[in-house]
């Protein structure tokens, strides 16, 4: 195995130069652990690389990029756009193409910053380690427009920093609006579940939002905007506002991407509600079910999410409510939930966002999982054939339910 200074040292006697390039070195300044290490190559050819290292593993169809130790060697290059979209660009690399040429490149400037491995020099002409210091993501320079990927890798950046975007690149990223239908669902669909794993995902659809692209890939989140609700119950203002402040808060109690996807959508109902019966929303869970089925398939999510989603849109407003059911409807609550794809635990994290995110709520007030385990683990399946003596059928499932809302009834009177 190749130490990564003998690397160098070989690429240095042939006359090249290698240094450690991107996420690697923002990583570092943000004292973030640095999961991949990738290299810029100036100097030499592909050829001769190969000829240093033969058990490097060549890859890529337009330009040759070298698997090595587990690390990836890229020879330094430029790039010019030669057609609309994320994918039409002619590639030139050769030995005269210096590191800051290859830097120029790169999409934002705390992405396109180098060090020196011999030496240990930071390359930096963009100003990326500043940017880093004020929490500013700012495109680098005016090939940003060559890619509207970056629109989406922009927000989500601003997303996993918590970063604000400049005036400028929110502009940039603007004028790609129109190239954004070229990219495909499934690239999107990754920028986005990686937002969604951070933090605070609001600030990926917030920063859509000031760049005005958040409709082409998001229209029903796009939607939400502007949809009224009843001030005494909705401080935060309008169906958009409340979302962001739900799945942020569902961020804050989960790291599972699902039940956050499934707080996210609980309320898109609210956005085909007619104006005239703002700020009411009546029968959102019902009317948004089948906006959730477009949105998810749209951005391809995985069907579990796309499944859990619906619960979530269709159950919240009852899980809100669970304290003042009747034991009846409260078992055929927990029955009903306990079956889907979401469960009881999922959906509880989904109605405490929704009503602690903006509200001071008692949460033993919407506490619904905890009985609702109890009351399943105590009248089971076991539990009616002792009892009765009887097999599985319809008698067997009328009685586990009725036994259940016994159950219920005197959990409540304790």
């Known amino acids: 195995m190749n130490n990564i200074l003998e690397i160098a040292k070989k690429i240095e006697n042939e006359g090249g130069r290698l240094y450690l390039v991107g996420g690697a070195i923002r990583d570092k300044l943000l004292n973030k652990k640095v999961k991949d290490e990738d290299y810029c190559v100036v100097g030499i050819t592909s050829k001769q690389f190969k000829n240093l290292f033969p058990k490097s593993f060549p890859r890529g169809k337009s330009f040759e990029v070298f698997d090595l130790d587990g690390k990836e060697f890229a020879m330094a290059r430029t790039e010019r756009k030669t057609g609309v979209g994320h994918k039409e660009f002619e590639i030139t ?28 020099e930071l390359i930096d002409p963009f100003n990326g380690k500043q940017d880093i210091k004020n929490g500013i993501i700012r495109a680098t320079t005016e090939h940003f427009l060559e890619d509207p990927l970056r629109v989406y890798r922009v927000a989500r950046f601003a997303a996993i920093l918590n970063f604000e975007v400049a005036e400028d690149t929110l502009k940039m990223m603007n004028s790609l609006k129109d190239e954004l239908s070229t990219l495909s669902d499934e690239r999107v669909f990754i920028e986005f579940s990686k937002a969604l794993s951070d933090k605070k995902p609001s600030t990926f659809f ?47 109690l989960t790291d599972d991407l699902e039940i956050r996807f499934s707080a996210l959508v609980h309320d898109l109902g609210k956005g085909i509600t007619p104006k005239e019966e703002y700020p009411h929303h009546y029968g959102h869970e019902i009317n948004g079910v089948d906006v959730v089925v477009k949105f998810g398939n749209r951005i391809k999510a995985p069907t579990r999410w796309i499944q859990a989603g619906k619960v979530a849109c269709r159950e919240h ?14 078992v055929e609550f927990i029955e009903r939930v306990a079956k889907s794809s979401l469960g009881l635990h999922g959906l509880q994290i989904v109605v405490y966002a929704d009503k602690l995110s903006s509200r001071n709520v008692d949460s033993g007030s919407i506490d619904f999982e905890t009985i609702g385990n109890e009351c399943l683990e105590a009248v089971n399946g076991e ?32």
Not at 389 to 402: C, T
């Open 206 to 252: 917030q920063i859509l939002r000031e760049a005005d692209v958040l409709e082409v890939h998001f229209k029903e989140i796009y939607d939400l905007i502007g949809a009224l609700q009843p001030a005494e119950h909705h401080p935060e203002g309008d169906s958009f506002n409340h979302t962001m402040m739900v799945v942020d808060k569902a961020a804050e």
């Open 93 to 120: 690399t050769n030995k005269k193409i210096t590191i800051e040429q290859d830097l120029a490149r790169r999409d934002i400037t705390i992405n396109s910053m180098a060090q020196d491995v011999l030496t240990g």
């Open 317 to 330: 407003m009852r899980g809100g409510i669970f304290y003042k059911m009747k034991p009846s409807k409260k």
């Open 383 to 414: 539990f009616v054939k002792n009892k009765y003596n009887i097999k599985e059928g319809i008698e067997f499932g009328n009685k586990l339910h009725q036994e259940r809302i016994e159950w219920m009834k005197k959990a409540i009177n304790k």
